[in-house]
């Protein structure tokens, strides 16, 4: 079965740093990790950053400059380095995914999510 897995979150001091890695289990060549989304309790699950086939990153503003997406094609895995992090970047980080099926159809897929908790 192909999923998607998550590492590298921990506890962490306010203005610390993490980096997050995602990487695509089973088989590889049919599911591209792209993005990454963040829930905090009692919130909804939000846009961090995500990244097109061709490298360009989009960020959401709040972690604009302090975080960097990037992706190990021939390792299929995803990653996102978190510097001067925040107590309120404490959240479980969901890495998404995307494959599609041979009639085209695009699925996008979830990773098991990993948290960070940075103490203030």
């Known amino acids: 079965q192909v999923q998607l897995v998550e590492s590298g979150g921990g506890l962490v001091q306010a203005g610390g740093s993490l980096t997050l890695s995602c990487a695509a289990s089973?088989?590889?060549?049919?599911?591209?990790?792209i993005g990454w989304y963040r829930q905090a309790p009692g919130k909804q699950r939000e846009l961090v950053a995500t990244?097109?086939?061709?490298?360009?990153?989009v960020y959401a503003d709040s972690v604009k400059g302090r975080f960097t997406i990037s992706r190990d094609n021939a390792k299929n895995t995803l990653y996102l380095q978190m510097n001067s992090l925040k107590f309120e970047d404490t959240a479980v980080y969901y890495c998404?995914?995307?494959?599609?099926?041979?009639?085209?159809?695009?699925?996008?897929?979830w990773g098991q999510g990993t948290q960070v908790t940075v103490s203030s």
């Open positions: 998404q995914g995307e494959r599609y099926t041979s009639y085209g159809t695009r699925i996008v897929t």
């Open positions: 089973g088989s590889t060549l049919s599911i591209n990790p």
């Open positions: 990244i097109s086939s061709g490298g360009t990153p």
